[in-house]
């Protein structure tokens, strides 16, 4: 990656404030190697956000899902290999109960100089139309400034009671 493009990557910091502004103050996350560095630590160490960790990608889904029911709008945190794991979880609780999940699922393994899917990762370049045929609707955070459909999205979410998902397309600054 080139310096000029690395300088207008999405930046966690401005993911985080984005995920503020749609009204979310509960984050249900899994570690990944490409959001833990700078969107999972901070969310860990900001005042104004929970942070609920879990082990498996469908808990997550499931206590978004109850929260969600609750009144109280969350985030679901996590990378592809657990989305691929909750796609059951997903099919079960948020689409047969039209459930607006909220998720940024970062792609591990995702290449740098590419768009997913003309990615050599099998993991990486099946996720959208694995999304797509869910009718689950999804957006990419790639460059700054996409983080702003963020409310947007979410708002539309819960609204609608379907999910919308952000790929985390390159590691955030």
């Known amino acids: 990656m080139t310096q000029a493009f690395a300088s ?3 930046r966690g910091a401005d993911i985080i404030a984005a995920v ?8 249900v996350a899994l570690p990944d190697i490409v959001t833990s560095d700078n969107l999972l630590w901070p969310i860990s160490r900001d005042p ?8 498996k990608e ?8 109850g929260l969600g029911y609750a009144g109280v709008p969350s985030l679901l945190l996590m990378q ?4 691929f794991d909750s796609l059951n979880c997903i099919r079960g ?3 047969e109960y039209g459930f607006g999940l909220c998720a940024i699922v970062g792609l591990q393994g995702m290449e740098a100089d590419r768009d997913p899917p003309q990615s050599d990762k099998y993991g990486v370049k099946v996720v959208q139309p694995v999304l797509d045929a869910m009718g689950i609707a999804h957006g990419r955070l790639t460059l700054r400034g996409d983080e702003a459909r963020i ?3 979410f708002e539309q979410a819960r609204a609608t ?7 985390v397309t390159r590691t955030p600054e």
């Open 161 to 167: 009671r379907k999910p919308f998902i952000f790929l």
């Open 20 to 27: 503020k502004r749609s009204g979310i103050s509960t984050v």
């Open 80 to 83: 592809q290999t657990g989305l």
């Open 48 to 55: 104004q956000l929970r942070l609920i960790r879990v082990c």
């Open 93 to 95: 609780v948020v689409m």
């Open 58 to 65: 469908d808990e997550g889904v499931s206590i978004c899902s």
């Open 8 to 10: 207008h990557v999405v």
């Open 151 to 153: 409310p947007q999205a």
